[in-house]
């Protein structure tokens, strides 16, 4: 267990679990392909030698653009064994929002579908692509299967990059979080741990591959563990509920990981049906905040609560309500064993008395070092060796944590600060109400003003009196929205997170 390299901790799983089968790849509902581990250790050194032969060296960033399929897979692990760095992307994103990743990750090579080819090419025609159609099984493309063995580079050391995840860019353009060797390994065994993932599990995988939720959390987690994983090519309810229910079709799931979108949409696919998922342990929720309601209504659905979670891009997971013991809705629960947590006053920087409101900071292993190539932006995100996440929130007095909003969506209207998650939950909490986002607005007279995008239920009659009557009851004038909209549905990204700016455009100049 002292392996500091992700290749080396994947290897441990690959040799003790040999012939077992490690995934099962599912393309548009149906099993496709089963690789065992032995298969998959060697799949991946097989195309780490291919990456070698184009040219890619330890240290290299590698772009991986393409869908979710057995190929992403391999061509992750095998920069892994490289000592090369994973930059994997979006495979929706437009030419425009790539010319920006190509200049500033400056990859060696860009790993990409046919039809992203030709976006990479109209860009710059000087970056080498390898294009693989993973329309087609793995097997058919031809650069998989011929181990490399010993001719691969030593393993990377611990503080060696190994994976670059562009976080979202809400503010600003996106900044490349880099995780180390050692931040991977740790997360992956950390989760490992806290959820008592063995190898008789079988998670049901149906996030992207471009995000730490599914790749780190999930994928990473369920390798290290020796489980096997259903790696469906994307998230459709009905394959997904049909997965977790039919045991006598499929191999039986014990584990399901997903946003809180996800979980909404496969309760609208059962409506009043509960099926029986008694050898369901462990379904947990992340990327976006639970509501309250929602985390009932998933436990009366599947006979059982949700585990909450929080993690970042720069942090791996950092939070998580317990295996066994209370799950408090609302909670991203207690921290993950070496993680130290401090809840921050935003101006004294002196931490704050428990119960009350701070930015949390954080210091453990699997702490980002930086931003590629962004010095600035690294050192205004540190603090004395701190992590300060822009999250902020409270430890109540059983030391469970809880999310109040992130900095930057705070309101500022006549000096007062404001917090939209206060005012969203008083009208998510309105009868008629899927849920809502709560956005400042420019005003020459108040800086900001207030200003409410609601989404009613189907059928409902929720009306823009009815909602400022709610919040007049329940909170300040001032914190009152000026302002109700009305939208069939909140713009969110892949992980289920609201685009706030999308919503503030939403209300028109």
Known sequence: MGSSSLGQCLDEAFGSQGGKTALTFYREGRPESEVTYEALG????????????????????????????????????????????????????????????????KPALVVCSPDNAAHIQAIDPRYPVLTLDTDKPYRELGVFGSDAGGDLPADADSGDPALIIYTSGTTGKPKGAVLTQRNLVHDARNIVRFWAITEADVLCHALPLFHVHGLCFALHTAFV????????????????????????????????????????????????????????????????????????????????????REGMSETGMNFSNPLDGVRKPGSVGVPLPELEVRVVDLESL?????????????????????????????????????????????????????LTDRIKHMII????????????????????????SVVGLADERWGEVVAAAVVPLPGAEVTEASVRAVCREHLHDWKCPKRVIFLDALPKNTMGKVLKDEVRAAFGP
């Open 42 to 105: 060697r799949e991946a050194r097989g195309m780490a030698s291919h990456l070698l032969e184009r040219g890619v060296r330890r240290g290299d960033r590698v772009i991986l653009f393409c869908p979710k399929s057995l190929a992403f897979v391999f061509t992750h692990l095998a920069l892994q064994y490289i000592g090369a760095v994973s930059v994997p992307l979006n495979p929706g994103f437009k030419k425009s929002e790539m010319a920006y990743f190509l200049d500033d990750a």
């Open 225 to 308: 563990a020796g489980a096997h994983t259903l790696l469906l090519d994307r998230f459709d309810p009905k394959t997904v509920l049909d997965l977790l229910v039919n045991r006598e079709k499929h191999p039986v799931c014990t584990v399901f990981m997903a946003v809180p979108s996800m979980y909404a949409k496969l309760l609208e696919a059962l409506g009043d049906r509960c099926p029986d998922c008694s050898h369901m342990r462990l379904w947990t929720s992340g990327s976006a905040p639970l509501l309250t309601r929602d985390f009932h209504r998933i436990q009366k659905a599947f006979g059982k609560e949700p585990v909450e």
């Open 350 to 402: 002196r931490d704050v008395p428990r119960g009350e409101t701070g930015e949390f900071w954080l210091r453990g292993p699997g702490i980002t070092p930086g931003y590629w190539k962004k010095p600035e932006e690294t050192a205004k995100t540190f603090c004395e060796g701190w992590f300060r996440t822009g999250d902020l929130g409270r430890v109540d007095e059983d030391g469970y944590y809880f």
């Open 413 to 436: 209207s006549g000096g007062e600060n404001i917090s939209p998650k206060e005012i969203e939950a008083v009208i998510n909490g309105m009868e008629g109400v899927a849920e809502s």
